[in-house]
């Protein structure tokens, strides 16, 4: 600044002795050089351009800064931040399974005659599911009763005749063959007529169709699955890097989507091998019954893997401005505003991972209405 009027008062100086002789105007003298070597008119300009100079460069009044001294007291609750240790899980992801199931085909080919159940009915176990047209069978079964009904016959009149000598030994033991086949070929037609009804092996629901009255059905073909929702289980394939970590009879959480809560699910089986191709280990987690928990559904298995230590706050200590996430710790009964990082969300607490130290004192409800300095009075 300084420099600025030096520069302004010598150029003034070398316009009054340019042009001197042109004005008649009397120059004031000064020992000095300075401000009394201009003309009147210049100071009145130099005067002005400081004047302006000072209003831009100088500071921000006061007045325009927020006082948070005239900020109301306010009455919080607060809780000194503590150092927790965690639980450090893997989430694998997996798939709710019915624990039973079952997919029913025909043991015999032939249309079907009847299929009485639809998609989503609950049946009981024996319950009728589907039945064979059996025309053929059945003549079949017939003609097998009646060879048996005849070599029994046959062979009763041998052993009556044998008993009385009447018959060779050869011809008694050929009656009785006889009759023991016709028993064989008439245990096999009935056999046969029971493939003809296919009834649920347990207490289910249809879950698929792939065959209706009028199909025809093979051995092979499936035809109907069943599966029983009261007994669910997480098939999860993991890691070989973690699969130490899981053990039968291990109780771990499980996150289903849609089903509020985690379920807490035991190990029931173990893969015992990886696969060579993924390295996993195929696992089965048996759940609890839950509402809105159903097979086919998307899961996550948390496989706990080792401790860790964090800070912790509430939930409720955290306010989110924008993008911002802080925390106002509470120094000498005044509010401070400390932006943090978080990290996971665990129960009702978050996790600090940066901001905080342990033991700070932060305010853990009624942080959202307060301001930087702001004085406040635990409750």
Same mark, same amino acid.
């Given at each position: 600044?300084?420099?600025?009027?030096?520069?302004?008062?010598?150029?003034?100086?070398?316009?009054?002795?340019?042009?001197?002789?042109?004005?008649?105007?009397?120059?004031?003298?000064?020992?000095?050089?300075?401000?009394?070597?201009?003309?009147?008119?210049?100071?009145?300009?130099?005067?002005?351009?400081?004047?302006?100079?000072?209003?831009?460069?100088?500071?921000?009044?006061?007045?325009?800064?927020?006082?948070?001294?005239?900020?109301?007291?306010?009455?919080?609750?607060?809780?000194?931040?503590?150092?927790?240790?965690?639980?450090?899980?893997?989430?694998?992801?997996?798939?709710?399974?019915?624990?039973?199931?079952?997919?029913?085909e025909a043991k015999l080919s032939g249309r079907?005659?009847?299929?009485?159940?639809?998609?989503?009915?609950?049946?009981?176990?024996?319950?009728?599911?589907?039945?064979?047209?059996?025309?053929?069978?059945?003549?079949?079964?017939?003609?097998?009763?009646?060879?048996?009904?005849?070599?029994?016959?046959?062979?009763?009149?041998?052993?009556?005749?044998?008993?009385?000598?009447?018959?060779?030994?050869?011809?008694?033991?050929?009656?009785?063959?006889?009759?023991?086949?016709?028993?064989?070929?008439?245990?096999?037609?009935?056999?046969?007529?029971?493939?003809?009804?296919?009834?649920?092996?347990?207490?289910?629901?249809i879950t698929k169709k792939w065959a209706d009255?009028?199909?025809?059905?093979?051995?092979?073909?499936?035809?109907?699955? @069943?599966?029983?929702?009261?007994?669910?289980?997480?098939?999860?394939?993991?890691?070989?890097? @973690?699969?130490?970590?899981?053990?039968?009879?291990?109780?771990?959480?499980?996150?289903?989507?849609?089903?509020?809560?985690?379920?807490?699910?035991?190990?029931?089986?173990?893969?015992?091998?990886?696969?060579? @191709?993924?390295?996993?280990?195929?696992?089965?987690?048996?759940?609890?019954?839950?509402?809105?928990?159903?097979?086919?559904?998307?899961?996550?298995?948390?496989?706990?893997?080792?401790?860790?230590?964090?800070?912790?706050?509430?939930?409720?200590?955290?306010?989110?401005?924008?993008?911002?996430?802080?925390?106002?710790?509470?120094?000498?009964?005044?509010?401070?505003?400390?932006?943090?990082?978080?990290?996971?969300?665990?129960?009702?607490?978050?996790?600090?991972?940066?901001?905080?130290?342990?033991?700070?004192?932060?305010?853990?409800?009624?942080?959202?209405?307060?301001?930087?300095?702001?004085?406040?009075?635990?409750?």
């Amino acid at each position: 600044m300084k420099r600025f009027f030096r520069i302004l008062g010598s150029s003034r100086r070398e316009e009054a002795l340019t042009f001197g002789s042109r004005r008649d105007k009397r120059k004031i003298e000064s020992p000095n050089g300075g401000w009394f070597g201009m003309w009147p008119s210049d100071v009145l300009v130099a005067v002005l351009g400081s004047a302006l100079c000072f209003a831009g460069c100088g500071a921000k009044p006061e007045a325009l800064k927020e006082n948070s001294s005239n900020l109301p007291i306010a009455r919080v609750r607060v809780q000194a931040v503590e150092n927790k240790s965690r639980t450090m899980t893997e989430e694998v992801a997996g798939t709710v399974r019915a624990k039973f199931h079952a997919m029913l085909e025909a043991k015999l080919s032939g249309r079907i005659a009847q299929l009485p159940v639809v998609l989503g009915q609950r049946v009981k176990a024996g319950e009728l599911v589907v039945r064979l047209d059996a025309a053929e069978i059945n003549a079949r079964l017939e003609q097998a009763e009646a060879a048996q009904e005849q070599t029994e016959r046959d062979w009763k009149r041998a052993l009556a005749l044998f008993e009385q000598q009447a018959v060779t030994r050869a011809e008694y033991d050929a009656a009785q063959s006889q009759n023991r086949f016709a028993q064989g070929a008439a245990a096999e037609a009935r056999a046969m007529m029971s493939y003809v009804a296919i009834v649920a092996p347990f207490d289910g629901v249809i879950t698929k169709k792939w065959a209706d009255v009028g199909d025809f059905a093979a051995p092979g073909k499936p035809l109907v699955a @069943i599966e029983d929702p009261s007994a669910l289980q997480l098939e999860a394939d993991v890691p070989q890097a @973690i699969a130490s970590h899981v053990q039968r009879e291990a109780r771990f959480a499980v996150h289903v989507d849609g089903v509020s809560g985690d379920l807490t699910g035991t190990v029931g089986e173990i893969g015992p091998a990886a696969d060579p @191709i993924t390295r996993t280990f195929r696992i089965k987690v048996d759940l609890p019954a839950q509402p809105g928990l159903s097979a086919g559904q998307f899961a996550r298995l948390l496989v706990p893997v080792g401790e860790r230590s964090s800070l912790r706050v509430p939930e409720s200590a955290v306010v989110v401005r924008g993008q911002l996430e802080m925390v106002f710790v509470v120094a000498n009964q005044q509010a401070q505003l400390h932006l943090v990082k978080t990290g996971r969300r665990i129960d009702d607490e978050m996790e600090i991972l940066s901001g905080l130290h342990a033991g700070d004192t932060v305010v853990v409800e009624g942080a959202a209405q307060l301001s930087d300095g702001q004085r406040v009075e635990p409750k």
